[in-house]
């Protein structure tokens, strides 16, 4: 017994270790790109928002999955997703906080930061977007203090219920605000759809959910949790619903450009489409993490089997990342105003043309590690919340549901 | 009455030489790779052979070889008075003059790039990096300015903020002409009033059918173009 705490001691403090590290190289590439500005990053002229703008779009997505699993548990009574809402309340608070500050890194003048608050512009989607993302902020947070109180009074719980039907429209609203950030533009018509919001919610629950049942699985196989079937049938189920609902909103947005034909939209598309320029984002979308997981969680049996449906969460995760690249950049790729020369890139290298008619964008080192560094700093906060804010006793929790369960069969 | 300060560009006499873009380029002492103003031409036909919209080209004709025709469509910022950047600025940096002139706050800004996703026109730059420059010496303005108190032009610009076309707010308030029309060897740009209906912009823009880019988006733009083919070719 002692061997074995030892060994899950040395594998905590490896596995956060290695985090660590990483967070340290991301804090050097953060550095290097102060000292010499965006230059150090792909981005530039024509394709402007990186890997750094699809990123915060990401986590601001995989932070509702945690806020409407715990809410909706409470709201609509599930049952199955109780045992989970400790767990929302926390992936929501930390990936909130990894989108607030994916954003840093992007700004050309990140010590400014603070004009948001002493000079908003309450046109513009994105002064909402902040304010949502600190109030969503402070609601996860506060959940999460309600939830690990040691003894939850009934008016705790009372509390608690009150969170949880603020939590469920702030979530919609942080996703759909954020959605706007690129819906409402008229200056790229790929952006410019009424469908924007929806889908953003959507993609939301999906890889919110997706998240949880990752984490859920890391629990069960390696922290010795025990979730119900009932638990895993649901989460695969919301999944399946979810992608279905996510790839039919993508492709009506393909068919309504397609069917028109107009150029400007067109030319989006044919890149995002098998033997375009961006075809990987499609392949990886629509058949790595969409038809494939489908498939998986479809089935009732395959949903029982937490090997596949943690195979089938992660899939889904490169998905609808993979759908945040394709909307930045290549929505951002065609300018408006189609005619050569183009638009100037901003940055003089030798032997590149200075003009680009069509955008061009590949991610450099920098962005990968500060964005690999974001990754890492999470899954550090998560484990130590797992860890320090009474891990146990979600685990008795689970452990006796399923005795009630049992109890309640014989 | 108010000023609406406008600029109007005759295609018929615009040849396509560049200058109005140097001159833009030396007097704002705009760094390598940055263009506030450029001559557009046609789209690149992508079926001919070897030659598609990635392909790099200053002029390109429009048209079917041999019945081609090259135009001529000098773009820089066109001052929108529903201006998608100045909407979408978190920070309100981008703000209008009642001139019409959009202008930036190189102090206020915090480098989010929103405007640049937002213009349609793909009028706007971003210092990327430090800025390199063909004279070792700034050239042009070599001051800074500012409107209303806030910093609007700086012969270096700060790294990690968004600039464009300023109209030459500078020359404009002394009541000189924006540089670019100052400086175009062919006539073809007309600097005035758009609220002074006898100016010589416009009458031009009334008499010989002002068009304005993209204008279905509802932007209303201060800049107004005068086709090739036009019923009266006559300059007032």
Redesign the interface.
Known sequence: MTNLGQRAARRYGVWVGALAFLMLLALAAWLYELM??????G????I??GLYICTFAFFVKLSAGGLIVASSAEIFAIEALKPLSRLGALTAAVCITLAALS?IP?????G??M??A????W?????WD?LVVGVYLLLALAELRLMFTKAPTPKIQRQLRVLAFVGLPAAFALHSITAW?FGL????TFWNTALMAPLFVVSAILSGTALISVIAWFLQKFAGAELQDSTWLKLGGLMAVSLAIDLFFVFSEYLTVAWAGVPSEM?TLKMILPGGQFAVLFWLEWVIGGIAPFLLLVVPQTRLRIDLVATASLLILVGVYAFQIELTTAG?A????????????????PGA???Q??G?YVPTWVEYLIVLGLVALGAILITIGIRHLGFSELQSKMTEGREMQKAAQA | MTKRWGIVIDQNRCIGCWTCSVACKSINNQ?????WN?I?????NESAPGIG????????PSGKFPDVQLAY?P?SCQHCKNA?CE???????TFRREDGAVLVDFE???????C???????AR??????G?YAHEFPVGYGQDYRSAGRLVFTPER?????EKCTLCVERVDKGKKPMCVEACPAGARIFGDLNDPTSELSIAVEQQGGRR??SD?GTDTNVFYLPVSRPNKVRS
């Open positions: 010499y500005g965006l230059e150090t990053t981005m530039r002229g024509v402007s928002w954003i992007d700004l050309g003048k990140p400014r930061i004009n948001l002493l000079h908003p512009n046109r513009s989607p994105m002064i902040a950030i533009q008229i200056s790229h030319a951002m065609n300018p408006l105003i189609p005619l050569a020369p183009g638009i100037s890139v901003g940055t003089l290298t043309p200075v003009f008619l069509v061009h | 760094s390598l790779g940055i263009h450029r557009l031409t046609s789209r690149p919209p990635a392909t790099p080209a200053i002029d390109v469509q773009t998608p909407k979408v600025c978190p920070v309100g940096a206020r800004c915090i480098g989010c790039r929103y640049i996703a937002a213009c349609p026109y793909g730059s971003f210092t990327w990096g430090k390199q700060p790294v990690g903020v968004a880019l993209l988006l």
